[in-house]
């Protein structure tokens, strides 16, 4: 009969529509496919980071934790974080980053799920399953940075940067509205076995789909794009000293250390902040908390591709990313004085949303910097630099929680020593930094 057809004739046109979408996904470039399959891994990496910064409030009261406690078991994130960035840039140049990405999310995704049962162990126990989580995700960056300076050509270079790096947004964004809920429906410890099991889930189907020659085939496109070879990885006689003797490497990471104390800071405490600060209740906190991530998905949707145009336009590249990375921090800076100013509910959260939303201008500053100093050893300067810049998750995530023990005073717990780093870290970035080739590899043995 009728009625009974109609579920197999929604199957096939579900069949159907899904075979469309395979076709269409087949048919873009390699480096698409690439760039597009890691942006989803770093949506599930933010979504694994903030999934705490929403748990931690009813963990707290069931614990009995201090704001102090708390502070250092979100910050125990970043032990692992700073550990594994310059072996996960050493990794990623070694084996290229379609190895090291889901050896990455595996090994967070499994430390996620782990969390309910280190909790209700000992304090210490869950401290080294978020450095566990945090040393999978540390690694990544690293590997994708490598996969995009393998892939993409310099003119498409800040909005690869910013597709994937944009999927911390949109995972800031989708674990805030996500984990409220599933804490409320099904228990705290709900949302850490879930969303550990989508980063399983992920790994499986990356390595099932990339597993083959998918690099290669992206790798001949550059080759054709550029119309000369592409430059291959070194697998040994890295330059380190070089590294060290260069001035705008040392200026990118101190760049990066200040950009990452208000990213992490704020991405930590805001549901709190929004919580104790400001009077609202955790549905609501968490709700509000996507807001400047989403401002900052909106920010980067403009922001890379006028500077890709810029650069293809001609302009200087050094005179791109600086004004980029200026905008990131001056932008922000002016914003979180209105914010730490004020007690109104409404006009804290709408200025921290435009600060946090200016500070994508990131994405096309010091992101994509690091390919531009070196486009061989990117992945290693991104681990060099982010070393530098999981430092604020470790020393800025806790001090705040330690500051709010001692004073309750969030504009100077939380803000006084974020606008302290917005506005050297632009000084420094606008002297010393550069966005040209700085040729590490010359009179390298093996270059």
Same mark, same amino acid.
């Given at each position: 009969t009728k009625?009974?057809?109609?579920?197999?004739?929604?199957?096939?046109?579900?069949?159907?529509?899904?075979?469309?979408?395979?076709?269409?996904?087949?048919?873009?470039?390699?480096?698409?496919?690439?760039?597009?399959?890691?942006?989803?891994a770093f949506v599930i990496c933010n979504m694994d980071k903030v999934n705490m910064s929403v748990a931690i409030?009813?963990?707290?009261?069931?614990?009995?934790?201090?704001?102090?406690?708390?502070?250092?078991?979100?910050?125990?994130?970043?032990?692992g974080y700073a550990v594994s960035q310059l072996p996960g840039g050493w990794l990623a140049s070694k084996f290229t980053g379609k190895v090291v990405l889901p050896a990455g999310v595996l090994l967070w995704s499994l430390a996620t799920a782990l969390i309910p049962q280190a909790a209700d162990k000992a304090v210490l126990l869950l401290c080294l399953a978020r450095a566990l989580v945090g040393l999978g995700e540390g690694i990544s960056p690293a590997a994708a940075t490598d996969l995009i300076s393998r892939v993409v050509p310099i003119t498409e270079r800040s909005r690869a940067t910013a597709v994937v790096f944009g999927g911390l947004n949109a995972g800031s964004v989708l674990g805030l509205i996500v984990a409220p809920f599933v804490i409320n429906q099904f228990g705290w410890e709900s949302v850490f076995y879930g969303f550990g099991a989508l980063g399983i889930l992920w790994a499986a189907w990356y390595v099932v789909s990339f597993g083959g020659s998918e690099l290669k085939k992206a790798e001949n496109e550059l080759e054709k794009y550029n119309g000369t070879p592409t430059e291959k990885k070194i697998e040994q006689n890295v330059p380190w000293g070089k590294f060290i003797r260069s001035r705008p490497l040392?200026?990118?990471?101190?760049?990066?250390?200040?950009?990452?104390?208000?990213?992490?800071?704020?991405?930590?405490?805001?549901?709190?902040?929004?919580?104790? !600060? $400001? =009077? /609202?209740?955790?549905?609501?906190?968490?709700l509000l908390s996507i807001l400047p991530p989403v401002a900052s998905i909106a920010t980067s949707s403009f922001a890379a591709p006028m500077a890709d145009k810029l650069i293809a336009e001609g302009k200087p590249v050094t005179l791109v990313r600086k004004a980029a990375q200026a905008i990131a921090f001056l932008g922000p800076a002016v914003c979180m004085t209105i914010t730490a100013s004020t007690e109104d509910p409404t006009t804290a959260i709408s200025f921290l949303t435009v !600060? $946090? =939303? /200016?500070?994508?201008?990131?994405?096309s500053g010091l992101y994509s910097n690091?390919?531009?100093?070196?486009?061989?050893?990117?992945?290693?300067?991104?681990?060099?630099?982010?070393?530098?810049?999981?430092?604020?998750?470790?020393?800025?995530?806790?001090?705040t929680g330690l500051l709010l023990d001692k004073t309750d005073n969030w504009a100077i717990s939380l803000f006084g020593p974020m606008l302290f780093f917005q506005i050297t870290g632009a000084l420094i970035f606008s002297i010393f930094g550069s966005g040209e080739n700085q040729r590490f590899n010359e009179d390298t043995k093996n270059a």
């Open positions: 009625g009974n057809r109609s579920p197999a004739k929604r199957v096939g046109a579900l069949q159907a529509r899904t075979r469309e979408v395979e076709s269409w996904w087949e048919g873009l470039p390699a480096r698409y496919r690439i760039v597009g399959a890691t942006s989803l409030l009813p963990m707290a009261s069931e614990y009995g934790w201090s704001a102090g406690t708390a502070g250092i078991i979100q910050s125990s994130f970043f032990w040392w200026a990118l990471a101190y760049t990066h250390f200040c950009n990452n104390w208000t990213g992490f800071v704020l991405l930590a405490w805001m549901p709190t902040y929004f919580s104790s !600060g $400001l =009077g /609202l209740d955790l549905k609501n906190a968490s !600060g $946090l =939303g /200016l500070s994508a201008f990131s994405i690091h390919a531009d100093l070196s486009p061989r050893y990117s992945s290693i300067l991104l681990g060099f630099t982010n070393t530098a810049g999981a430092t604020p998750g470790i020393i800025g995530v806790s001090l």
